[in-house]
């Protein structure tokens, strides 16, 4: 009633999200975010209190080459030897994310199956391919930095300033929320 008020741009900071079906009475606000994203594999956790987020723009693949690199193999020792340096690779990757200790890794990338095995073995939830706009939104909620190169990573990069991690599903789709931000 001091007449102050707070100005928001809500194009940066508020986003509505319209889901098919249901009633007015189902909408609320979220101190958080949420967008239409899975898990990637069944084994990991759909619901994790007090997340530590990573936030990374690299791919968890590996990278053959940005222009169309040729490899000529000629026997099946070449075929083997390249399957051990893309596994060399992704071990590498999955260590240097693994170390850090996040609970849950978002990148805007791609994340290969045998990076889902090191990280569904370390009990880590993985959401792949996620826009940069919503990537920045949970960076601003959670305290997260995102991240170009798994080496790089230090510890303040890493977002605990959420309450809740989950994936529901409402009708058919699954949407990721992350709530309970300390500054949403």
Do not use: W
Request: one cysteine or more.
């Amino acid at each position: 009633a001091d007449g102050s008020r707070k100005e928001i741009d809500i194009k940066r900071y508020a986003k509505v999200e319209k889901i098919p079906g249901g009633a007015i009475e189902d909408s609320c606000v979220l101190d958080g975010v949420m967008f239409n994203k899975d898990i990637l594999h069944p084994k990991m956790k759909r619901r994790i209190e007090n997340p530590r987020i990573l936030l990374l723009d690299c791919s968890l693949e590996y990278k053959k080459g940005e222009s169309q690199t040729a490899m000529e193999i000629s026997g099946e020792r070449d075929f083997t030897r390249a399957l051990e340096i893309e596994e060399e690779h992704i071990n590498k990757v999955c260590e240097e994310i693994i170390r850090h200790k996040p609970s849950v890794v978002i990148t805007e990338k791609g994340v290969s199956d045998l990076a889902q095995h090191f990280l569904v073995k370390a009990g880590i939830s993985v959401i792949r391919r996620l826009r940069k706009t919503d990537c920045l939104r949970i960076g601003r909620c959670t305290g997260a930095t995102i991240v170009s190169r798994t080496e790089e990573i230090k510890e303040e990069d890493i977002g605990t300033r959420a309450g809740l991690f989950e994936v529901k599903l409402i009708g058919d789709e699954y949407f990721t929320f992350i709530t309970g931000c300390k500054e949403p």
